[in-house]
């Protein structure tokens, strides 16, 4: 496989001009995924139900198959996307940037669920380093990758609330970029973080 230059590739996917109509389709069906998924977590399915449902899955995957585009043409991953048109990442809405610093609503559901109805902490480190990467992003940072993400739990995180996620670039040192965030439900303090992103060099994927 050949390595593809990731500061083009990145350069193409914020200029690529997919149309209006294209992502609310894919975004509707990424919102019927995150349910699906919360559903499945929450469900306890006999043979029957499992081998209904399976069937449904192996003909929306035959119509799935039909419809692959090359990475830059996709919806899936795009930052200008309700939860980046993925179903992997907690959905954040309501996001808001004010210059080098981003604020947003977002709320776990059960596929989530580390156990006894809070966030698995690992979620809230995946949240954390998309939330963190997308304001490097939006900040018009120089594209980078993920070097490390130090994540500190103060209290766990409710599911089926609406918590409050921050971000703040701290500072920049050449081609490193030092971000912060934090994970909130009302005024209790769930989660801070800390990450660092270097900036790539030309060719590197």
């Known amino acids: 496989m050949t390595e593809r230059d990731a500061i083009a590739a990145l350069h193409a ?12 389709a894919h975004d509707s069906v990424a919102t019927q995924i995150r349910e699906l998924l919360d559903l499945v977590a929450a469900s306890r399915l006999d043979a029957a139900q499992a081998a209904e449902i399976t069937e449904h899955l ?14 830059p043409e996709r919806v899936w991953g795009r930052v ?20 080098d610093s981003f604020s947003g609503s977002v709320r776990f559901g059960t596929f989530h669920v580390g156990e006894n109805s809070v966030v698995h902490g690992g979620a809230i480190c995946l949240l954390f380093d998309d939330v963190l990467g997308a304001l490097a992003l939006e900040a018009e940072l120089d594209p980078s990758r993920t070097a490390y993400l130090t994540v500190n739990f103060r209290s766990v995180a409710p599911v089926d609330e609406t918590l409050t996620v921050t971000a ?8 490193k970029q030092f971000i912060r965030g934090s994970l909130w439900a009302g005024e209790r303090l769930c989660a801070e973080a800390e990450g660092l992103w270097v900036a790539l060099k030309p060719g590197q994927p």
């Open 13 to 24: 996917l914020r200029e690529n001009t997919v149309p209006p109509e294209t992502i609310d």
């Open 58 to 71: 192996r003909e929306v995957n035959t119509i799935l198959r039909g419809a692959g585009a090359p990475e």
């Open 168 to 175: 703040t670039v701290d500072r920049i040192e050449g081609r």
């Open 80 to 99: 200008d996307t309700v939860g980046r048109a993925q179903t992997l990442v907690p959905s954040v809405v309501d996001g808001t940037y004010v210059g």
